[in-house]
């Protein structure tokens, strides 16, 4: 049985300024997740593979659940001692996701290349490959790799499956097409351990959250098709700090008859931040628009003035008025 | 580029007698989950493609997040009808899976054939094929749609992702091969549409479901390598009779101190079931034959008389004793 995938083939200037390159700063984006450091991981190890000197940076740290990655120590934080001959900025859709790490006053000789996967990337380089079709820069770093004829090693391949797993959530998000679970079973086949990366990066979570989930979901209500939880200050100060519970408004929303999904979650400075998600067929665009914040039709949030019991009334007014878990 | 799938091919004789098959009645296991219910409208959408008229039967109805499927409203649990001239059992261990609907008074006349990929499947067909080395039964369909010549349909391929999708969480168990991820991908391509059937068959559960997280999450505990939670009756009287927080024990083992992952659930009767998990390195198959259980090392469970405060005295006593969260 023969398949085959229909590669990407990035841009020729691209390829010929990687070849001609010898020490390329690599910078992944400010509050890093899986799919900034395996693409930064992978585009790394692929440029070392073909005798460059390249250096690559963050400005924030590697989260924990990252940490199992190959080379992930090697990420600076400061790169004041390295002088590139080209920048190149990955998953990062503009200039202010580089943090402190892109200095344009020091690096304006060396041109900027733009990696990136997000439908609203700005352009901001000399070379812009954007490509919103592709589920994660990971996606983009291995057409790369295809292009400049490289086989991955293990190392390689797992940094590249874990951005492809992490940005599409294990393969759950709707843009997860054939390609891309054909690319992850070629990623297998060459060493990159499925199993050890989605209990890594998907699967692990700190004691703090799991006791937050269960505070917060023991404010579960349900409205017609909105389902909704609260995440207040009180439940939180005995928990180290930790704000938000991550995970929660995904989960919520797999009720049967959940149509929209609403976390409330008291901000440290008493603010109220709001996430919606809704299941296709809704939008939750509006709403979060109307409260001065923002997204997509399936995914939005806002933060909000007010006390949290004052918040929750004002959402669910909106949301009955715009109808918005209707079908 | 291309790339190729190692099949397995089914045994010479089951392809012959499904060829000369006209009346197969097919068979899946009571209590059916969705790759006892995908591999069965698989293996029924194949058979019908080749001429035959077959019968798809189960003794229990087919779950809420499974009804999705093509098909699955023709499956009966009445087969008194139907004169079969070959039985297939799909993904069944042992002849007490198929339940009611098979009378061996009634279908002496017919052959048995077994198709499961349970390593301890007991051999009980007149043709027996087992492939433990496969994630699911819905994997094994494949390859007998493959040796059969067969082109997946939308709805065959729908089927057989399902199975493959419900059986491996997702593509998050320790078996799920870049073999399994590959067909995945194939199946795919001919039009399953992955995104819907994650979004009903593994993220899809009940409003009580989540409230009873809520309530079970809020009695999270940790001991060293140990993170438990408890499940009383007393927490779910108002839930419609839910008994399982489902899910749950996987979701603490997540923890990042967590070597083992216990849930205690106070059944109906007031006997204790104890859910265990392991992160490997861990062994919990020890404890539960200790207390009449079993299972496997990184996943095992037994009953026990007693009050819940009590067995988890036991329990962690045990668990302490065998040290069964060293690495």
């Not at 070379?127 to 086989?151: F, G, K, Q």
């Not at 989960?251 to 709001?274: D, Q």
Request: proline share 6%; net charge negative; glycine share 8%.
């Amino acid at each position: 049985m023969t398949t085959s995938i229909n590669l990407i083939t990035p841009p020729g200037e691209l390829l010929e300024l990687i070849e001609s390159a010898r020490r390329p700063l690599l910078i992944a984006h400010i509050a890093p997740d899986g799919d900034a450091i395996g693409s930064l991981l992978a585009a790394g190890i692929l440029l070392h593979y073909l005798g460059k000197e390249p250096l690559l940076a963050c400005q924030d740290r590697v989260p924990v659940t990252l940490r199992f990655l190959p080379f992930q120590d090697q990420i600076k934080s400061d790169v004041r001692d390295f002088d590139p001959d080209v920048v190149i900025a990955v998953d990062s859709s503009d200039p202010s996701r580089m943090g402190a790490i892109y200095d344009p006053d020091r690096f304006y000789q060396a041109p900027l290349v733009v990696i990136d996967h997000h439908v609203t990337n700005v352009h901001f380089g000399d070379i812009n490959w954007v490509e919103p079709s592709c589920c994660a820069a990971a996606e983009m770093i291995y057409y790369l790799m295809r292009a400049l004829d490289v086989t991955p090693t293990k190392e390689l391949a797992s940094c590249l499956l874990t951005g492809l797993v992490t940005d599409t959530r294990g393969f759950r998000t709707a843009n997860t097409t054939a390609r891309v679970v054909g690319i992850a079973s070629k990623l297998m086949e060459a060493g990159a351990p499925l199993n050890r990366i989605t209990e890594n990066a998907l699967n692990s979570r700190s004691y703090d959250l799991i006791s937050l989930w269960g505070r917060v979901l023991g404010t579960v209500q349900r409205d017609g098709g909105i389902i909704s939880v609260s995440n207040e200050r009180a439940m939180r100060e005995d928990l180290n700090g930790i704000i938000r519970a991550d995970g929660v408004v995904s989960f919520i929303l797999g009720a049967y008859a959940a149509k929209v999904a609403v976390v409330l979650t008291e901000l440290p400075e008493g603010k109220i931040e709001c996430s919606f998600r809704a299941r296709p067929g809704s939008d939750v665009a509006t709403i979060a628009l109307q409260l001065g914040g923002g997204g997509h039709p399936l995914a939005s949030g806002c933060t909000v003035e007010g006390t949290l019991p004052d918040v929750r009334q004002q959402v669910f007014a909106l949301l009955r008025e715009t109808n918005a878990w209707a079908e």
